[in-house]
């Protein structure tokens, strides 16, 4: 089978894959894996998502970093091509979307069935690749640790990115009155698009100021909800927004920079500090991801949340792929097809 191998650790958007310098390559003869136990399922990929921490991990920089070689990979969407003797949920030929550890940037991947979710017969299949790690996150973190509700004001820093457009439609499903933090015309122009109450362009506009005034007109106390999955001076200025007993969501770090967050601030504040490494919650609450992940697909199918796709990419230009997000060309997320044949027929 074809997949993206990671031989060393480097930037994988340095050079084409297979290149000498490249840290990764497109092998075309990897083995396609047998089904390791009764339970097992064996999915053809359809389309797979590209997160931050699939580039940080294969730079050496995540905080799991697994054996050389690997690969990489984590949310996917495909359709069921084995099954083992003891499988009961699915039946070959399903639909089925899932995240791994690692291995989705390749042409078939393996997984417990009870890792597995059926795709709803009226959801794209792409758009189901790109749900469950982006939203996933966003709804752990707004849903199950901020229990976000109507009326409070939540304020999403890096809004145009797979998890900051995730948690925007996250919490306008949940009612909150939104303000979202982006830089450029088209970003901003599409988070407008999806009735954000408030829009601030980092371009042309000082956040704090124009926050401040957002506040000031609706008559409201303050942010009741920070989501950050940015880091770095952002998230300093942005605690002067917050008011007493806000949340503050700490998504990830895509600024570079880790802040440092006052804990006598914190403490004369009353406000509420949530480290959010969703990943983990698969090996200590996966009854909150599995029901989490559920909710989502009956939103996507729904039509609550839309997925948007920046850019769709083949394995061998993963180099532009990871390229978008570490330049911050995406809007939304960034996948790559497998099967491309499918994956557009998915979208009839």
Same mark, same amino acid.
């Given at each position: ?17 297979g ?12 083995p *396609? ?21 699939? =580039?940080? &991990?294969?730079?050496?920089? =995540? /905080? ?11 949310? =996917?969407?495909? !359709? ?10 699915f ?15 390749? /042409?078939?991947?393996?997984?417990? &069935? ?28 707004l ?8 009326? &409070? ?9 797979? $998890? ?5 439609q ?52 303050? $942010? ?9 001076k952002?998230?300093?200025e ?9 949340? !503050? ?13 006052p ?36 939103w ?6 839309? *997925?948007?796709?920046?850019?769709? =990419?083949?394995?061998? &230009? ?12 995406? *809007? ?17």
């Amino acid at each position: 089978m074809e997949a993206l191998v990671c031989r060393k650790l480097g930037d994988p958007t340095a050079t084409k894959p297979g290149s000498p310098d490249s840290p990764v390559e497109v092998s075309k003869t990897h083995p *396609i894996p047998s089904l390791n136990s009764d339970t097992a399922v064996r999915v053809r990929v359809i389309a797979t998502s590209l997160n931050y921490a699939n =580039y940080l &991990q294969i730079l050496g920089k =995540y /905080q799991e970093k697994p054996p050389l070689p690997f690969i990489p990979g984590s949310d =996917y969407s495909g !359709i069921v091509d084995a099954i083992g003797p003891a499988v009961t949920k699915f039946r070959v030929g399903d639909r089925v979307c899932s995240f791994a550890d690692l291995g989705s940037f390749a /042409q078939f991947i393996v997984a417990d &069935q009870s890792r597995l979710f059926l795709v709803p017969e009226r959801c794209d299949m792409v758009a189901a690749a790109a749900l469950p790690v982006a939203f996933g996150t966003s709804h752990v973190a707004l849903v199950h640790r901020a229990r976000l509700t109507s009326s &409070q004001v939540l304020l999403v820093l890096g809004a145009a990115g797979g $998890v900051g457009l995730a948690a925007v439609q996250i919490g306008k499903v949940c009612g909150a009155i939104v303000i979202a933090v982006a830089r450029g015309t088209e970003k901003i122009q599409l988070l407008k698009s999806m009735g954000v109450d408030h829009v601030v362009d980092l371009g042309t506009e000082n956040v704090i100021s124009s926050v401040k005034e957002f506040i000031k007109t609706r008559k409201l106390r303050g $942010v009741d909800v920070l989501y950050d999955p940015v880091g770095g001076k952002l998230t300093k200025e942005s605690m002067k927004v917050l008011k007493w007993g806000a949340q !503050i969501l700490v998504i990830g770090f895509a600024s570079g920079e880790i802040p440092v967050i006052p804990a006598n601030i914190a403490l004369v504040k009353n406000w509420t500090v949530h480290g959010l490494y969703w990943g983990s919650y698969r090996i200590h609450q996966p009854n909150v991801l599995e029901d989490s992940i559920k909710e989502l697909l009956s939103w996507l199918s729904r039509g609550l949340i839309t *997925i948007h796709i920046s850019h769709t =990419y083949s394995l061998s &230009q993963a180099d532009l792929a990871f390229g978008d997000l570490k330049d911050r060309k995406a *809007i939304g997320k960034v996948m790559i097809s497998l099967d491309h044949k499918t994956a557009m027929s998915s979208k009839l």
